[in-house]
């Protein structure tokens, strides 16, 4: 079935460090991919997406390319802040569908 | 605007008690799910709620679980009797529109642990 794969965390960085996080995916078809993030005590917010092949979906200094001859949608910020401590979330979805399908989370955690 | 909210935020039970969620989705959202993360796990879908009806309840684990929406508004879900392996954290979502957008709003989530 199709599934979503994280590297485990946690990920320490110092402030101003550059940042990857992998994620792969395995599914049929077309799915859109996403990345998630829940900053602590609060929900999981939408923070970036990309629904077609070689899309980057971008936000807050975070980027993401759908890469699909490598089925990745790697997370990469260029210098990462003490408040882009989280956890984040790689998924996807096919066909519109609301059933999101997670990665089990990488926790990020910034040092000053 | 309120986003969504549950609780309680973490609740903690005997294996065998009885333990109920509940869920408050942002005004006028339609669209409710369930999801659930075990043991710092991947997240997964639970089910989906269109105003009061369930859309597809296929990511229930079994009849322990029970989910209402009552009205359409804020739903509950019951786990009775409590086990062991139903320890995680169980999020709610809304949205506005049936088609995914990646506008999924979630809820902090409520911790449940089953001693």
């Known amino acids: 079935g199709d599934s979503v794969t994280q590297m485990e965390g946690p990920v320490t960085l110092s402030e101003e460090a550059f940042l990857t996080i992998n994620c792969t995916y395995t599914a049929t078809g077309y799915p859109s991919l996403f990345w998630y993030v829940q900053y602590p005590g609060e929900g999981l917010q939408l923070l970036l997406k990309a629904t077609k092949a070689d899309d980057k979906g971008s936000n807050k200094g975070f980027e993401a390319t759908y890469r699909k001859e490598t089925t990745s949608f790697h997370l990469e910020k260029g210098s990462v802040q003490v408040s882009d401590s989280a956890v984040y979330f790689c998924a996807l979805t096919k066909d519109s569908s609301y059933k999101l399908i997670f990665g089990s989370g990488t926790r990020l955690l910034v040092r000053p | 605007e309120a986003g969504v909210t549950q609780f309680p935020s973490h609740s903690v039970i005997e294996k065998g008690q009885t333990v109920t969620l509940r869920c408050d989705p942002i005004s006028g959202h339609d669209n409710l799910y369930w999801y659930r993360r075990v043991m710092g796990k991947e997240i997964k879908f639970l089910l989906h709620?269109?105003?009061?009806?369930?859309?597809?309840e296929s990511g229930m684990p079994n009849n322990r679980f029970l989910a209402e929406r009552t009205g359409g508004t804020y739903s509950t879900l019951k786990v009775q009797p409590a086990e062991l392996e139903d320890s995680g954290v169980y999020f709610c979502?809304?949205?506005?529109?049936?088609?995914?957008?990646?506008?999924?709003?979630f809820g902090e989530g409520s911790r449940l642990t089953v001693l």
């Open positions: 979502a809304s949205s506005q529109d049936l088609r995914y957008t990646g506008e999924l709003f």
């Open positions: 709620f269109v105003k009061e009806s369930k859309q597809d």
